[in-house]
């Protein structure tokens, strides 16, 4: 594979294209969002899961001090407000549907039992702090991880990248693995269950674009296991997920730039070159 000087796309070209346009009109959420961006579709899959009202944007430089997506704003302040960072953003949706609920509640428990009731957490303190653990790996193990193994240009540092990567997917499998054991397991990983925040933050950042961009550049497999198959099966074809995701062909183009360590690629490849922390 060549370099052939393909950009990232700034249209949506999947089953996100009719996502957007259902998102178009004024709310008291706006998403400032990039189609090809990781980041941007963890919020994006948590706002569709949560069902939370949002119109989606793609301006938005004067949202984010860094210029990057995911940006968010509050729009129902006297002042409207803004926010970035994928993480902090899915914090406060998560916040705001159980105060969501909380005024349902009190308001009538006629209203309160018609909604979803829907959460990306599980309930209590320990639960909670293992999902922060899984999260936690995928951040700054996993993700990082992701982007040494698709800019490395030398063969031994893509055999080290691959082995690398393989091995993070590795351990997030055991820290799940883990809950199961303690707590019976959680979000999609269980069959039955339904998406959790660990399956939207390590969905599209890694796992997902393992299967094409890494598939395609690198020649990737993912781990050849029937409870990790099943697992990606059910993260896959989640709706609210889908509904987020564009063809194979944007994200190839996409991430080009990334596979052939163009310079001046973008902060996150610039961090990743460095040594540094993701920004």
Known sequence: TTDSGKV??????????????QHAHDQDITLFAGCFCPFVQRVWAALEYLQIPYKASGSM??????????????????LPCALNESTVI??????????LLICLTMMACSIASK???????????YVKALVRLQSDHVNRMLVPAFYRYLQAQDPEAQISGGKEFHAAIQSLVELFER????VGGLGLWVE????????VVVGPCGIFRATNVLKHYREFEMPRETKFEAWLERLFEHLSFK?????????????????????????????????????
């Open 61 to 78: 430089l004067k949202i984010s001090r860094k210029g990057l997506v995911p940006a968010l704003r509050l729009n129902a302040f006297n």
């Open 115 to 125: 909604s979803t009731h829907r959460s990306l957490f599980p309930p209590g303190p």
């Open 8 to 21: 990232y796309h700034r249209e949506c070209t999947g089953p996100d294209l009719a996502t957007v346009q």
């Open 243 to 279: 509904k987020t995701c564009s063809c194979e062909e944007l994200y190839l183009d996409s991430y080009e730039r990334y596979a052939f360590n163009r310079p001046n690629t973008g902060q996150v490849a610039n961090a990743t070159d460095s040594g540094r922390g993701l920004p």
């Open 192 to 199: 039955g269950g339904d998406l959790g925040w660990v399956d």
């Open 179 to 182: 809950t199961e054991r303690e």
């Open 90 to 99: 899915l914090d406060v949706l998560e916040e705001c549907i159980q105060m």
